[in-house]
């Protein structure tokens, strides 16, 4: 790491690096709490969890300004185990995903991101987006006139404040603002207190108290796959936002075995693992935040603020951060992808609506994504198919038809490779398919020609083939296939 990049992570506009952070640990607070009650565990330990995780990865990361912390995708895959089996088998299986992902890393993994489209990861982002207002619902949804006129006057100074100064960001304002109001006044509203039980000392470090048995692995390792995939999944489509956001490059590689070092440390200290949190990392890119000490002192602060500000944060009414949460939804959607639908081809409109409504409906990000790389994988796999074409060329006077075939001939358009070759206008020919325009993927592929030559030649008709690539013939001949052909 050369020493400007490191001037750069560290050191550049560090009060503008410091405030960004802050918002993103304010932003945190009730998603990290509710996600705590998901996975069926105290709030301390998804915010055990969220610190340890916050500073380990700033340093291990591969993705600067990236805001990681106990998740609602990680919670969900986590909470079974918890109920099954109870909160040390969790930490065991946190352990584990952690040195799964260090593995993922080390191999290099991270390149699959290259197979996630543009539409799959707009899809994620709207979808989450969705889910992150929806979660606001129930602290907005049945409350008196008290709680409503606090989340007007939230999100009022939050957009407003802006226009007067940009020194501080907005949210903070807001935070700082309705807690004075909230307590001069006495407003009977919730409060961070009300949410749960709240850290009351540092994380200790303590091996999880499981038996270190072959029934305890079978027991979490199913649990630990899904955890580190999850969090995977979600921290690599978080970096790709941040890069497109930025305009910057990440290590892929690097955030994987960041990430499994951070969720190992977090099991470790009695914390949930975790991974990258999108809400936040806008926010945080939103107000400034570039580099890692953003990261950094989002994880620390959180910490202070929960342990050693505990009796003054408790005291932050519950309307301030869900107003934050709501700022987070509308920043964090994609408003320009709704002008672009009709505008963008329809299948990569539809992949990114397919994975909004699988990700909102089913709750479950990494099911969303994984339906919309398959859909985009099956659309693309279409769209090429339908460039295959077969030019019929008869030669009457030589008694010779040639067949010119121009495209990719793989699985999806074999079919239409066979179907494009008829006995009739070959009858009495001699037939040359040319395939220098051409080229042959798989077996599917291979099989198809085979079928297409053992036609004619069935029928009486001397065919040759012609213009095989290089990579073509290596493949046929790897197959052992008996047909003689030759290359261009």
Aim: net charge neutral; hydrophobic share 55%.
């Amino acid at each position: 790491m050369s020493l400007s990049s490191i001037r750069r992570d560290w050191s550049a506009n560090p009060i503008r690096e410091m405030l960004a952070g802050a918002v993103a640990t304010f932003a945190l607070i009730p998603e990290v709490v509710a996600f705590s009650f998901v996975a069926g565990v105290d709030p301390e330990v998804g915010l055990f969890a969220s610190f340890i995780i916050g500073i380990v990865i700033a340093f291990t990361g591969g993705r600067p300004a990236m805001i990681s912390a106990a998740a609602g995708s990680v919670a969900l895959v986590a909470a079974p185990l918890v109920h099954a089996h109870g909160l040390q088998y969790l930490l065991a299986a946190g352990l584990l995903a952690g040195l799964i992902q260090i593995v993922f890393g080390l191999l290099r993994l991270g390149v699959l991101m290259r197979f996630v489209s543009k539409s799959v990861r707009t899809g994620f982002v709207n979808a989450l987006a969705i889910l992150i207002f929806a979660a606001q619902l129930p602290h907005i949804i049945g409350g008196d006139w008290t709680s409503y006129a606090m989340l007007a006057a939230g999100l009022a100074v939050i957009y407003l404040a802006p226009r007067i100064t940009t020194a501080v960001p907005s949210p903070l304002i807001c935070i700082l603002l309705l807690t004075i109001a909230a307590v001069a006044l006495d407003l009977p509203v919730l409060t961070v207190a009300d949410l749960g039980k709240l850290p009351d000392s540092l994380p200790i470090f303590a091996w999880p108290t499981v038996p270190m048995t072959l029934e305890t692995l079978k027991i979490i390792a199913a649990p630990a796959l899904a955890i580190a995939m999850v969090g995977l999944l979600e921290s690599m489509m978080t970096a790709s936002v941040v890069d497109d956001l930025t305009d910057t490059p990440s290590s892929k590689n690097r955030e994987c075995t960041g990430l499994g070092i951070a969720n190992t440390a977090a099991s470790l200290f009695g914390g949930i693992a975790g991974c990258g949190m999108i809400g936040q990392t806008v926010s945080n890119v939103k107000y400034g935040g570039r580099g890692r000490l953003s990261t950094l002192f989002a994880g620390a602060l959180l910490l202070i603020l929960m342990v050693l500000l505990k009796p003054w944060v408790s005291q932050v009414p519950v309307a301030a951060l869900v107003a934050i949460m709501v700022m987070v939804s509308i920043d964090t959607f994609d408003w320009s992808s709704l002008r672009t639908l009709v505008v963008h081809p329809r299948m990569s409109s539809a992949v990114m609506l397919v994975t909004v409504v699988v990700t909102v409906f089913s709750a479950n990000l990494a099911l969303g994504v994984a339906v919309g790389v398959l859909l985009s994988g099956v659309f693309f796999a279409f769209k090429v198919a339908r460039l295959m074409r077969v030019e019929t060329l008869p030669d009457a006077a030589a008694a010779m038809v040639t067949y010119r075939v121009t495209g990719q001939i793989f699985f999806a358009s074999a079919d239409a490779f066979i179907e494009s070759f008829t006995l009739d206008e070959a009858e009495g020919m001699h037939v040359l398919i040319d395939v220098s325009r051409a080229h042959f993927w798989d077996i599917t592929a291979v099989a198809a020609l085979e079928k297409v030559v053992h036609r004619f030649k069935a029928n009486g008709i001397t065919v040759d083939v012609a213009g095989l690539n290089a990579a073509s013939s290596t493949l046929i001949g790897s197959l052992d296939n008996p047909l003689s052909l030759k290359e261009s």
